[in-house]
């Protein structure tokens, strides 16, 4: 049976997206979603939904594409409807919300699914296959993806968690997955999960070979 | 100096011992039956104690005859203590005294082997007002940088101090106010540190040896302070040090949502193996919470558990020194000295060394490890079947015994 290579998809990331920039783009989020809420605030009950979902969108490209800015990865330039997206060593990053439960939104769009064909060269790191050998990729993409609570009676303010996500090839499997605060753990050095044992005197030159005679 | 007394009896053991088991002149001259005023001669050294009553001293007082005529070694940096009440000045003498006889046990074992190199940030304060908050959070990174444990949750404080060349010694001392103590000595080239084992809990253990590494790396070269003030200023800087050192801002701060709960606290107080009250005041050093929010929650903290204890303070036992004790167990493996004879050529007694060097109770009365095993004498357990079916084991009879 082959086996699965060493490298992994969250050390890849951790590889090439910085710490930093994660937490840019956890804060963007937040903020921009703070914004969409307090500009719908006062609009008519009846469509107000529909006007933080549509807010939402808006604001949070806008922190996002500064983000990316701030964090020297390459943002898309925001026109119109189109996705923002940003460059961070071999990934490309994007963007999207959902309602907290099924992730039921990634497919929605038509170029969000073109960009997850780049991953398919992800796959044998969670999946072997029998012809195929793993190769480091030139490309991969991950998606930051915000989870509102589906209701403006709870938190509508903003996300209940923040997820990088790494989808598969046809976005109907994720190939990682984790909540922000997790994952930038795994930016701490690794400095081993047990601590070092330096305790540990020696004996002076010429005690060892009393001991013995003594012995 | 001594008069028809035993030669070379050193008056500084005498007030050394007087400090470590908390007895007065009067208290000890009654238990070795000599006047107040012969002891403070012998304490003064304008008169040394005759053969009889130096045995008897000993006995008393449980040490050696001979520990009395050992030079006694240079006397450790001042210590600075948690409190300085003037109700705890015997306290802080005995701990004083403490400090210093476990400076002798690490002098008497360096003479066989090296002891872990000291690995220290070196800091040249002469003057508490020179230390800002952001020397004291460079200080600490600097330790863990040195000490390599990035910007985790440090899983063992005691293992890295003691890595990094502290003699640390934790044994219970029955003055729980002070939970610490610290010096630098200058015989040994290092560093020492006593903590009290009396709370017996785990997260307040990490703190003090945290706050008291902070002292060492801070506070070396600062004359001890009189005023409270002072004394007050260097025990926050202290305070700060151990934060900064278990909590790093950067992946701490990222860990805690807000606003701050006492329940998320719980949460990371067994991750992070820190206090929910000490994590409240490193939230408010990186003013995360301000005055208002950390009084609430130390106003809550009271409301919901008390003042002293937190949930969980059992989950976390506190962790042991191991230097001194691996020292003497690598001495004895390596028959480098017989046991028996290690508290002998150190001149505590066994008792002392045990505790100072966190082994278990008995260790020097141990005679091998062959452990026979009680076997019943073949008469014994001869069993009678009953008539009834039960058996009836009878009691050993004197004329079987051989």
């Known amino acids: ?215 | 100096m001594s008069r028809g007394g035993v030669q070379g009896f050193y008056g500084e053991r005498l007030s050394q011992v007087l400090a470590a088991r908390r007895l007065s002149q009067v208290q000890l001259a009654g238990l070795v039956g000599v006047s107040p005023a012969t002891v403070s001669k012998w304490r003064a050294g304008s008169q040394a104690p005759e053969r009889e009553a130096l045995d008897r001293l000993a006995s008393v007082v449980n040490v050696m005859p001979e520990w009395f005529t050992r030079a006694p070694a240079a006397k450790v940096s001042l210590p600075l203590f948690r409190s300085n009440a003037s109700a705890h000045v015997a306290a802080r003498a005995m701990l004083e005294a403490r400090l210093e006889w476990a400076q002798d046990v690490a002098l008497a074992l360096s003479e066989f082997v090296d002891f872990p190199a000291v690995h220290l940030p070196v800091r040249a304060f002469v003057d508490p007002d020179e230390i800002t908050p952001d020397e004291i959070e460079a200080a600490a990174v600097e330790c863990r940088e040195l000490w390599r444990l990035g910007r985790t949750a440090v899983q063992d404080v005691a293992l890295a101090n003691e890595g990094a060349g502290v003699v640390l010694i934790r044994e219970e001392t029955g003055v729980s106010q002070i939970e610490g103590l610290s010096a630098w000595s200058t015989e040994l080239g290092r560093p020492l540190i006593l903590l009290s084992a009396d709370k017996d809990n785990g997260y307040r253990s990490r703190f003090d040896l945290a706050h008291e590494l902070g002292h060492l790396i801070l506070h070396r070269h600062i004359v001890r302070p009189t005023e409270r003030e002072r004394h007050k200023q260097m025990e926050l800087q202290a305070h700060r040090f151990a934060g900064a050192f278990l909590l790093p801002p950067e992946s701490f701060s990222s860990e805690v949502r807000t606003p701050v709960t006492l329940d998320d606290l719980l949460l990371l107080k067994r991750r992070w193996g820190v206090s929910v009250a000490a994590m409240v005041m490193r939230l408010r050093a990186l003013k995360i919470l301000d005055e208002e929010g950390s009084q609430l929650l130390f106003k809550r903290r009271s409301a919901r558990w008390g003042a002293k204890a937190e949930p969980g303070d059992g989950d976390r036992l506190p962790e042991q020194p191991r230097l001194l004790r691996r020292t003497i167990d690598l001495l004895v493996d390596e028959h480098v000295m017989p046991r028996e004879a290690i508290p002998r050529h150190i001149g505590l007694a066994a008792h002392d060394i045990e505790m100072l060097a966190g082994l278990p109770e008995g260790y020097f009365q141990a005679k091998g490890n062959v452990v026979q095993f009680a076997r019943l004498r073949a008469a014994n357990s001869e069993a009678v079947a009953s008539a009834a079916g039960n058996t009836v084991v009878p009691f050993p009879s004197p004329t079987f015994k051989r």
Request: hydrophobic share 45%; proline share 7%.
């Open chain 1, 1 to 215: 049976m082959p086996q699965l290579p060493q490298e992994s998809i969250p050390a890849l990331l951790v590889r090439n997206v910085s710490r930093e920039l994660v937490m840019g783009v956890e804060d963007a989020l937040k903020s921009g979603a703070e914004r969409a809420y307090g500009a719908a605030i006062g609009m008519d009950e009846g469509h107000l939904p529909h006007v933080v979902g549509q807010l939402r969108h808006f604001k949070m490209n806008e922190t996002f594409h500064q983000a990316l800015a701030v964090g020297q990865a390459q943002p898309s330039p925001i026109r119109g409807n189109g996705l923002i997206m940003g460059r961070a060593g071999i990934f490309t990053l994007g963007r999207f919300n959902i309602p907290a439960g099924f992730w039921v939104n990634g497919r929605r769009s038509h170029i969000r699914q073109q960009m997850a064909l780049a991953n398919k060269a992800l796959e044998p790191l969670v999946q072997t296959a029998l012809f195929e050998q793993y190769v480091e990729p030139a490309a991969a993409v991950a998606f930051f993806v915000a989870c509102f609570s589906g209701s403006l009676k709870l938190q509508p303010e903003g996300p209940v968690a923040i997820h990088i996500a790494v989808p598969d090839h046809d976005m109907r499997g994720w190939l990682f997955r984790e909540c922000l605060s997790t994952f930038l753990q795994r930016y701490e050095p690794a400095t081993s999960t047990t601590q070092p044992d330096l305790v540990t005197p020696k004996l002076k030159q010429g005690q060892a070979a009393k001991g013995e005679g003594a012995a």
